[in-house]
């Protein structure tokens, strides 16, 4: 272990600020070495993992240096609960104790912001009569004249599962970019504007390795670049990095294009409304033919050879005939048409992606299908995601730190580094809890509880 860097002493140690400003603040040894490991990570940049047990500190130990640092920096949590941990309560804590200057900010996904085009959209093509409607908009007037990104948490009236809001958002495939007649208000570009003159970025795996796939097309990315990035609740970076590294469709996505397209071609006369009708026909019905393929099916399973010839020789072939039409031969992709243009450049990535999950792969690969109550999903998952991580993160990102309590095997990180494939002089440490488990905590087995199936369990 290096020796401590002056800085980190000076407000994690013994005699450091946080012990003399924080009441009830307890210096502890491991905070102190995990702050240096992550900072001599940094200045190496040489990526870092570090386990700490509950009780350690760990936020407190990968943000001092990342601020001490001076570099642009990522913080990816696992849950929402620990971003709004960070940002509300801890930096402010540490900027206060510390006398720091703690640039920072919260980016949740594409579809939690208001799309302004879509907003108007909606609302152009809603009856007059519909007076509930009238009340909702003008609720939404006010909120949009007062708020900064237009973040849908800062509407408590608005319900979680309320499906106005998916008629309101707007996701990296339907963005209409430059072309948006809105674009000089775009809550979305002002929040990327913001986060490119932040210093630390708090977001969540989710978002982080969605953001990274779109990084590989160069559009739709809202995550500026940055220098650093640590991974808190890294214990499932794996399965989230393997879910966005494969790719996934669902007959959904596809009957909401065609439905797209039915609301943005009904205003437009010079375009063959017959035939526009057939191909979308042809997705609706293919894309239902598509699910009745799974409706004897188990809810979760591989996708064998049979079905997947089933797919491609059955509905897929309808779906892809019809998507091309839109993306090659409808005049979508006219310049004079930069409302349709989106439109043409989604059809190409849904055939694109249709013809991915259908495609016979080595042993490396799993093709896979989750039914749920209303959808179907069909998978195409890499089984080792190391490669592709060092080519989208490592070779770009020097320095990546991963942390977490429990991603440790019998005392090492031998099969964490393997499965994630970081390379050898990747730094690494374990700190135990300071907790003393057994004086401090109890464990509690009621003897006459009754079975999960049974009727009294709850």
């Known amino acids: 272990m290096p020796d401590i860097s002056p800085s980190i002493q000076n407000i994690l140690g013994p005699d450091g600020l946080l012990v003399r400003s924080l009441k ?11 702050a240096n490991l992550i900072m001599d990570s940094l200045q190496k940049n040489i990526p870092a993992i570090v386990e700490a047990g509950t009780g350690t500190g760990k936020t407190f130990g990968y943000l001092l240096p990342l601020i001490l640092s001076g570099k642009k920096a990522v913080i990816s949590t696992g849950t929402k609960n620990l971003q709004e941990q960070i940002f509300f309560k801890d930096i402010p804590l540490l900027q206060k104790a510390a006398s720091l200057n703690i640039d920072a900010m919260i980016m949740k996904g594409r579809k939690n912001y208001l ?29 949009l004249g007062k708020t900064e990104f237009a973040d849908r948490a800062e509407l408590p009236w608005l319900a979680d599962d309320d499906i106005l809001w998916d008629a ?3 996701g990296s495939d339907q963005c209409l970019g430059a072309n948006c007649m809105f674009i000089d208000d775009c809550f979305l570009g002002k929040l990327r504007s913001k986060a490119a003159r932040t210093r630390i970025i708090i977001v969540n795996h989710h978002l982080f390795f969605a953001d990274l796939k779109v990084k590989q097309s160069a559009f739709g990315e809202i995550i500026p670049r940055f220098q650093a990035v640590v991974f808190d609740e890294a214990h499932n970076i794996e399965e989230i990095a393997t879910f966005y590294l494969g790719e996934s469709l669902s007959p959904n996505q ?16 010079n375009i063959d409304k017959d035939k526009l009708k057939k191909y979308l026909t042809a997705i609706k019905t293919g894309s239902e033919h598509l699910k009745n393929l799974f409706y004897d099916q ?5 996708l064998d050879q049979k079905l997947l010839t089933s797919i491609s020789e059955g509905p897929a072939m309808e779906i892809r005939r019809s998507l091309k039409y839109f993306q090659k031969e409808a005049g ?18 849904l055939d694109r992606l249709l013809a991915q999950v259908l495609k016979k792969r080595d042993e490396n690969w799993l093709s896979w299908y989750e039914k749920r109550k209303k959808s179907l999903m069909l998978y195409i998952s890499p089984l080792d995601i190391s490669k592709q991580l060092r080519e ?39 700190y135990p809890s300071h907790f003393e488990f057994g004086r401090q905590a109890l464990m509690y087995i009621p003897k006459d509880m009754s079975t999960p199936d049974k009727p009294d369990f709850g």
Request: charged share 25%; glycine share 6%; proline share 4%.
């Open 168 to 170: 309101l958002s707007s």
């Open 298 to 302: 188990k809810e979760k399973g591989l």
């Open 24 to 34: 009830g603040f307890e210096f502890r040894s491991s905070q102190l070495q995990m």
């Open 332 to 349: 979508f992709s006219d310049p004079d048409s930069p409302v349709l243009q989106p439109l043409a450049l989604r059809a190409g990535e």
């Open 115 to 143: 799309c302004l085009y879509k907003y108007h959209q909606f609302f152009s093509s809603m009856p007059l009569f519909k007076t509930d409607m009238k009340t909702v908009r003008k609720k939404l007037q006010a909120w």
């Open 254 to 269: 596809l009957i909401d294009f065609a439905d797209d397209i039915g609301h943005a071609t009904r205003d437009i006369e």
């Open 392 to 430: 989208v993160l490592y070779e770009k990102v020097k320095t990546v730190v991963f942390t977490s309590a429990t991603i440790s095997t019998n005392g090492n990180f031998d099969y964490f580094r393997t499965q994630l494939g970081l390379p050898e002089e990747t730094l690494d440490g374990i």
